[in-house]
DNA sequence: AAGTGGTCTAGACCACGTA
DNA sequence: ACGTGGTCTAGACCACTTG
């Protein structure tokens, strides 16, 4: 029988168990959408109760890297094809409906990064990113400009007319594209939110007068480790929608 | 020995048991900020294992109805004293700091339900409300410019004096006030957030320029069961600070 | 020392989905 | 029929707080 004593550290077992499980999904031993052990099997794979996992993968599961499916088992999270794809896209009508986004490709390009943008991503300054700009369209109106940059080491051979065909796909995200193309997996993200006014250039992408308020969001994306991988920033029109929050 | 069988109803024994825990919050039987008895007790009092109440406070804590604490026991969550009193005040300094906010009366009211504001809070168009107007200063700048308004039946006996002197107060929040003066506590609450500009007189008392761009955000804060308590609009001049979101 | 929550186990049985 | 996760139990022991 296995202790808490015997083990090399101080930390309960399921905690233990949890990076062990983290690590196999960065790791990339259980790819986005795929089945993971069963509870049993990771139990005795590990040495510890069935209960010990569970508690493991519940904490997980909260945590949005794993999904559960009663009778079929534990699954991989992913931005592809299941319910979850917009979980991040907090932007509602005024009737409170979470309408499916619709994208437009606008320019793609590479750039350095500025200081700012660097510390957020945990670069240094002036290191190579790609750019993508794009808007996106709610109820056929446009209603958000995304300007969007990566680490360009991470996206090795990312081309324009990839990120055109993606962003312009049905229900194309670009962190299925992450996923899919380049084994980066988003987990978790941060926003901050001013207000600002519409300059000449996004008033005029976004068919608005200049002038125009607008929010500003400003997005932070993680993968595991909270090791940041892509900076945001969205002009949102908030004529005919808004940013929905729930606080507990 | 009693098995999920004997239950009157089809939900889990957990699930049952959170809501006995739930009615006794909401009767008053445990306090804010008091001690509910042990899970062995509430074990035999409920006529089931340990493990199965266990679970249930695990939600409730979850859903910051109660509070752990190891060692001493299980508590009433609450909006006096604790290092929660402000966890619903997502806004952050440039340096990315919550500092705490000075509140300043600026005016008490009652009036009349409007369409919209009927609607947030589930009361008949044209009822009778309390209204309240304050700022919120943030290392010493106004920053928020709060107008809030609750059903007047809610608050029988409220006047100009105790609002004020408990707006005023050292880090006295209106929900702590709710909670100590009137038997309802605050648990969850909704916001939308939109970009608007700065009227004269929101512009005067925060002292910025007509015009500018301020963050609109109107929340509805509720009780148990999820029944609406408080509505109020505030605006955010955000030039030195940002409203912060976390996403999972 | 006593009481509380925190962890872990072993085993039983149920509910669900698939074959 | 089988395998999966979901619920529930009983009991052991640990970690923390207070008297």
């Not at 196999?24 to 089945?35: F, I, K, N, V």
């Not at 350095?112 to 990113?129: E, M, P, W």
């Not at 068919?207 to 500003?216: I, N, T």
């Not at 969001?217 to 808004?242: C, D, G, L």
């Amino acid at each position: 029988m296995i202790t808490k004593q015997q083990t090399p550290s101080f930390l309960p077992l399921y905690e233990q168990i949890k990076r062990l499980i983290t690590r196999s999904l960065s790791d990339g031993e259980w790819q986005p959408g795929a089945m993971i052990p069963s509870e049993m099997a990771l139990a005795r794979r590990y040495g510890v109760s069935q209960g010990t996992v569970r508690k493991a993968i519940n904490e997980l599961v909260a945590e949005n890297m794993l999904v559960r499916r009663q009778g079929r088992g534990t699954f991989v999270a992913t931005h592809t094809d299941d319910g979850t794809s917009y979980r991040f896209l907090h932007l509602r009508n005024l009737a409170g409906e979470q309408a499916y986004p619709q994208s437009d490709f606008i320019g793609f390009g590479r750039g350095k990064a500025d200081a700012a943008v660097a510390r957020r991503l945990g670069v240094r300054s002036g290191s190579a990113l790609v750019q993508i700009q794009r808007i996106l369209n709610l109820s056929g109106n446009a209603v958000v400009y995304d300007d969007i940059r990566l680490p360009a080491a991470l996206l090795k051979g990312i081309s324009s007319a990839m990120v055109e065909e993606h962003v312009n796909a049905y229900r194309g995200t670009l962190y299925s594209l992450y996923e899919t193309q380049y084994q980066i997996r988003i987990i978790s993200a941060e926003e901050r939110i001013r207000a600002t006014l519409a300059d000449a250039r996004v008033a005029g992408l976004l068919g608005v007068m200049e002038g125009m308020p607008l929010l500003a969001i400003e997005r932070v994306a993680f993968t595991y480790k909270n090791q940041p991988v892509e900076w945001r920033m969205s002009y949102v029109n908030t004529e005919n929608h808004y940013y929905f929050d729930e606080l507990n």
